[in-house]
């Protein structure tokens, strides 16, 4: 079945550090792919999202593209805030299986 | 305003006391789901919903029932909670766009505690 394998947690950076979170799935057929952040005390919001190779998903300064040859999606942002501290999930769909599958989260801490 | 619901948002209960939570969606979304996060283990699906009285088990189904009587109303039903589904539950809404996109549209969640 589809998998999503993200780099654990947490990271802990300091504010305006260079942010990667690495995302790699398996799945068959061209699942999209979607990072999710989750605020503390709150619900999943969708972050950004890719339906297809090479496709580059943006949202509040974050980056992911879809690269089909390594069958990854690593989030990037080039100057974090501590706003941005929150878990954040990695998650496809829409591949071999319409349910989608998340990774296990990864914490972001930014200090200032 | 789109909006996935939730009730309650905070619940403690006893071993064995039968509880419901509830999950509204205003989206007309044929497909809503459960999760259930635990620390380490990240979402885990307990059952899903295609279209109204379809329902299928995810990944964690046991101890949990559902039920999909109408499109907006997809309730999640403890018969007899024990202490492992302490945890945080996640209703999720989802529309398949003609593309084969999905976009899933999230609960605030309920944190459950069985004593």
């Known amino acids: 079945g589809d998998s999503v394998t993200q780099m654990e947690g947490p990271v802990t950076l300091s504010e305006e550090a260079f942010l990667t979170i690495n995302c790699t799935y398996t799945a068959t057929g061209y699942p999209s792919l979607f990072w999710y952040v989750q605020y503390p005390g709150e619900g999943l919001q969708l972050l950004l999202k890719?339906?297809?190779?090479?496709d580059k998903g943006s949202n509040k300064g974050f980056e992911a593209t879809y690269r089909k040859e390594t069958t990854s999606f690593h989030l990037e942002k080039g100057s974090v805030q501590v706003s941005d501290s929150a878990v954040y999930f990695c998650a496809i769909a829409g591949g071999g299986s319409y349910i989608p599958t998340f990774g296990r989260g990864t914490s972001l801490i930014v200090h200032p | 305003e789109a909006q996935v619901t939730q009730n309650p948002r905070y619940l403690i209960t006893v071993t064995g006391k039968k509880l419901t939570v509830t999950c509204s969606q205003n989206m007309n979304h044929e497909y809503m789901s459960w999760y259930r996060q635990d620390p380490g283990l990240g979402l885990r699906q307990i059952y899903y919903?295609?279209?109204?009285?379809?329902?299928d088990k995810g990944d964690v189904p046991e101890g949990y029932k559902v039920s999909r009587k109408e499109k907006r109303n997809f309730p999640l039903i403890l018969e007899s909670p024990s202490p492992n589904q302490t945890s945080l539950y996640f209703c999720?809404?989802?529309?398949?766009?003609?593309?084969?996109?999905?976009?899933?549209?999230f609960g605030p969640g309920t944190r459950l505690t069985v004593l």
């Open positions: 890719a339906t297809k190779a090479d």
């Open positions: 919903s295609m279209n109204v009285e379809v329902t």
């Open positions: 999720a809404s989802s529309l398949f766009k003609s593309t084969g996109s999905i976009e899933q549209f």
